[in-house]
């Protein structure tokens, strides 16, 4: 017998959606589940995604403690081919890094015409100019662990173009449509920061599966997924083979499965308890 799909609405109203949220945020769960509504309803294009996929990418945010709003850039719910990812804002990785405690400084931003002189070719330091221009040729990430290691990652504009139109098929696809349908499209200096300092943090920062690290490990393994049974599917982001780690293994996540999936039968008889 098919089983009539809950809409979002139904599944973040009933009780067993709700407990997960409250074991992951305690008293902030009401507010974080009113932004998941808040969003969808905004997004046309989330409208149409499965929401048991949005409450699984929510529940990532949720678990990593990071708001989903998305003028404030920590973490995002993006819709792709009717599935919702869980996409994390360059603040975000900024976020997780600090609460580490292994970071001293973390930034990345825009570079102008000039202000890189030099780059060292067997270390990597970037040397300084002067500024001629407010043209921006590229963005620059920089770390600074506590135990004095120092490191930084320079990439010019058409290196993130190039990355960005191989490793997501909706601005590749933007490109030959001339759309506007891609993040990178829309907000390429967003994009473009966050990409230097996930290339940074992923080479050469602190990951690891130890409590200090583990959310930024997480962070870095969940980030542009649909999360499903089997791990990470990155349907935007072309990642070859590589294997990856079940979330649920690594961080308690709101689920919904078929076994436990709230039906509008099971919906019916919480309301009447």
């Known amino acids: 017998m098919n089983r009539e799909t809950p809409t979002l609405q139904q599944l973040l109203n009933s009780a067993g959606i709700k407990r997960r949220f409250e074991e992951l945020l305690d008293t902030s769960a009401p507010s974080f589940i009113s932004s998941i509504l808040t969003i969808f309803r905004g997004n046309p294009k989330l409208q149409d995604c499965s929401p048991n996929s949005i409450i699984t990418a929510a529940g990532i945010a949720a678990a990593l403690k990071l708001p989903i709003n998305p ?3 920590f973490a995002h719910i993006v819709p792709y081919k009717g599935q919702a990812q869980f996409q994390l804002g360059w603040r975000g990785y900024i976020q997780m890094a600090m609460r580490s405690g292994l970071y001293r400084t973390l930034n990345s931003g825009a570079v102008r015409e000039g202000q890189i002189k030099e780059i060292d070719f067997v270390t990597g330091e970037i040397i300084r100019g002067e500024k001629i221009s407010e043209e921006i040729v590229g ?3 920089y770390m600074e662990l506590v135990n004095g290691f120092k490191k930084s990652l320079y990439m010019s504009v058409e290196e993130l173009q190039a990355h960005a139109q191989k490793y997501s098929q909706s601005y590749a696809y933007d490109l030959r449509s001339g759309r ?23 080479n050469f920062g602190i990951i690891s599966i130890d409590q200090q690290s583990l959310a930024l490990t997480t962070a870095l393994q969940a980030d542009q997924a649909v999360i499903t049974d089997e791990g990470f599917n990155y349907i ?8 990856v780690v079940p979330f649920s293994d690594v961080i308690p996540l709101p689920k919904v499965d078929d076994e436990n999936e709230p039906t509008q039968e099971k919906i019916s008889e919480e309301k009447n308890d």
Do not use: C, I, Q
Not at 180 to 202: E, G, I, R, Y
Not at 236 to 243: A, Q, S, Y
């Open 236 to 243: 935007d982001n072309d990642r070859g083979d590589e294997k």
């Open 180 to 202: 506007k349908s891609s993040v990178w499209t829309t907000n390429f200096d967003a994009m473009a920061k966050k990409t230097v300092l996930k290339k940074l943090l992923s």
């Open 139 to 141: 963005y620059v990430a």
């Open 71 to 73: 003028s404030l850039g």
